[in-house]
């Protein structure tokens, strides 16, 4: 009985260490940023709430939201232009903005599922 308990014990004291463990990157790239973080980071310098920000780029504050939490939608190039001027944002930060979001080329994938015969 206290050998099943220790185990126990053990495994759950070795779950957080094992979540809090950082992936191992090349040491000569940085991380890869996601364009939610960096939409948070430009807003909170320029000290923009979600809602000033939707307010100025004439977007809705749930847009603001899905974009920092990082939904599966991806902006259009327009909303990033209005996202950018409304952040008063620099060229070399609007290119860094636009640079970390990944479009998909081609057509949408089915969401059916097919089956094998």
């Not at 206290?2 to 260490?17: D, G, H, K, M, T």
């Not at 909170?44 to 504050?61: F, K, Y």
């Amino acid at each position: 009985m206290f050998a099943i308990v220790s185990r126990v014990l053990f495994a759950i004291l070795l779950i957080p260490l094992a979540r809090s463990t950082p992936t191992s990157t090349p040491s000569d790239q940085p991380p890869p940023v996601a364009f939610g973080d960096l939409l948070r980071r430009y807003r909170r310098l320029a000290e923009l709430t979600q809602e000033e920000l939707a307010e100025r780029a004439g977007l809705s504050t749930r847009s603001i939201c899905d974009f920092e939490r990082g939904g599966t939608h991806t902006p259009r190039r327009a909303t990033v232009d209005l996202l950018a001027g409304a952040l008063a944002l620099s060229p070399e930060r609007k290119a860094e903005l636009e640079g970390v979001i990944c479009r998909r080329r081609g057509p949408k994938r089915s969401r059916r599922i097919r089956l094998l015969k």
